[in-house]
Nanobody
């Protein structure tokens, strides 16, 4: 079964800095642009950040720009999302997924979830004191 596995969530105090990881099961990540998404209770899923296959290009939602950093280590077949200056409104289940429609040479990554596949189960991040 091809899917991604997220880890690194938990209960964190506001202002904290958890790091989320996204690893592949059944395939390798380095071929794909990877996106991070989140969904809070009662809200629609939103794109948080994405990174191209090479790691050269990244994209962020305005709500996290300057606070979150996406990166990838293709040698470890893992994509990371560093969350800094965490706010209560960042509380959500965080998912990673692979964009299966882009060439690995593409310098584009998208924050719309329509093109993504191989979704994981998600990891809960709760920012609360």
């Amino acid at each position: 079964q091809l899917q991604l596995v997220e880890s690194g969530g938990g209960l964190v105090q506001p202002g904290g800095s958890p790091r989320l990881s996204c690893a592949a099961s059944g395939f390798t990540l380095d071929y794909y642009a990877i996106g991070w998404f989140r969904q809070a209770p009662g809200k629609e899923r939103e794109g948080v950040s994405c990174i191209t296959s090479s790691g050269a290009v990244t994209n962020y939602a305005d709500s996290v720009k300057g606070r979150f950093t996406i990166s990838r280590d293709n040698a470890k077949d893992t994509v990371y999302l560093q969350l800094n200056s965490l706010k209560p409104e960042d509380t959500a289940v965080y998912y990673c997924a692979a964009d299966t429609t882009l060439s690995p040479l593409s310098r584009l990554c998208r924050l719309s979830s329509d093109e993504y596949a191989y979704w994981g189960q998600g990891t809960q991040v709760t920012a609360s004191s």
